[in-house]
T-cell receptor, first 113, second 115 residues
Framework: GENVEQHPSTLSVQEGDSAVIKCTYSDSASNYFPWYKQELGKRPQLIIDIRSNVGEKKDQRIAVTLNKTAKHFSLHITETQPEDSAVYFCAASGGGGADGLTFGKGTHLIIQP | GAGVSQTPSNKVTEKGKYVELRCDPISGHTALYWYRQSLGQGPEFLIYFQGTGAADDSGLPNDRFFAVRPEGSVSTLKIQRTERGDSAVYLC?????????????FGNGTRLTVT
């Protein structure tokens, strides 16, 4: 089955700086890579996703890049703000289409004022 | 519109008891997923329904866990003979198509504590 590794487990950045979170996956058939943000005690919320036919996608301060050859994808947050503080999860879907997402273990992003 | 609704939000039960957790997906979403999230971990896949049938139950940890979706909408996750290790947040998610690249929308979860 799919295996997703996520780094770092904790990331502390100064407000206004950029943050980068990286994930690798094992199943070359995976074709969908979403990122979820989870605040303490709340549900995971989709913030951006990318499909395997695209190398990069951007939405305001958030961007995701995908390298299918190397089987890794990254989340980039620019001009970080205090409200960006949360746990971020990457995920990958199996090539079978109907399978559930496999999640990474999460990155606790801390924005220092 | 209404999002994914899960009840109860919290459930405390004694070891060995039976529990049922309910999920009401977004109206019109054909696919429904159950995940389990332990403290400090990412959600772990349990089971996926497409319509009324369980299309993939490979994530269920053992035969004490069972889930149904009899009318293709509301789903119930059932846990028999609960153990302390079952304590976690159980998340339900739904998606419009369930094609593997259709975004998942999560509920707030049920926090299960087995004493």
């Amino acid at each position: 089955g799919e295996n997703v590794e996520q780094h770092p487990s904790t990331l502390s950045v100064q407000e206004g700086d950029s943050a980068v979170i990286k994930c690798t996956y094992s199943d070359s058939a995976s074709n969908y890579f979403p990122w979820y943000k989870q605040e303490l005690g709340k549900r995971p919320q989709l913030i951006i996703d990318i499909r395997s036919n695209v190398g990069e996608k951007k939405d305001q301060r958030i961007a995701v890049t995908l390298n299918k050859t190397a089987k890794h994808f990254s989340l980039h947050i620019t001009e970080t703000q205090p409200e960006d503080s949360a746990v971020y999860f990457c995920a990958a879907s199996g090539g079978g289409g109907a399978d559930g997402l496999t999640f990474g273990k999460g990155t606790h992003l801390i924005i220092q004022p | 519109g209404a999002g994914v609704s899960q009840t109860p939000s919290n459930k405390v039960t004694e070891k060995g008891k039976y529990v049922e957790l309910r999920c009401d997906p977004i109206s019109g979403h054909t696919a429904l997923y159950w995940y389990r999230q332990s403290l400090g971990q990412g959600p772990e896949f349990l089971i996926y329904f497409q319509g009324t049938g369980a299309a993939d139950d490979s994530g269920l940890p053992n035969d004490r866990f069972f889930a149904v979706r009899p009318e293709g909408s509301v789903s119930t996750l059932k846990i028999q003979r609960t153990e302390r290790g079952d304590s976690a947040v159980y998340l339900c998610a739904s998606s419009l198509l369930g094609t593997g690249d259709s975004p998942l929308h999560f509920g707030n979860g049920t926090r299960l504590t087995v004493t």
